[in-house]
């Protein structure tokens, strides 16, 4: 029903920017997408995925305490897609990136992840 799909993860040395893409497709996608909330996950290696930045569907948006003054998520509801501009990334922002698109417990759709490296 719906598809996630991120892209513009890579390498970058610390101090650099990327910008994260998460693009909703399938049947359902524009209504789903316009209509609720969604949000950019991480997960490290050995740890637990955790919840970098959320952006409701009227544009507010909510960072981790990790992330404020660097991060900025975005939505463009005409082209069903999300985005998070990272700047002034560090080494500990390595993680695989997921969008995520929450309706209810029975319609959670996640992306498949993009890699993001920081070197030192």
């Known amino acids: 029903q719906v598809e996630l799909v991120e892209s513009g993860g890579g390498l970058v040395q610390a101090g650099g920017s990327l910008r994260l893409s998460c693009a909703a497709t399938g049947s359902i996608s524009g209504t789903a997408f316009r209509f609720n909330a969604m949000a950019w996950y991480r997960q490290a290696p050995g740890k637990q995925r955790e919840l970098v930045a959320t952006?409701?569907?009227?544009?507010?948006?909510n960072y981790a305490d990790s992330v404020k003054g660097r991060f900025t998520v975005s939505r463009d509801n005409a082209e069903n897609t999300v985005y998070l501009q990272m700047n002034s990334l560090k080494p500990e922002d390595t993680a695989v990136y997921y969008c995520?698109?929450?309706?209810?417990?029975?319609?959670?759709?996640w992306g498949q992840g993009t890699q993001v490296t920081v070197s030192s």
């Open positions: 952006i409701a569907s009227g544009g507010s948006t």
């Open positions: 995520n698109l929450h309706i209810t417990p029975a319609y959670d759709y």
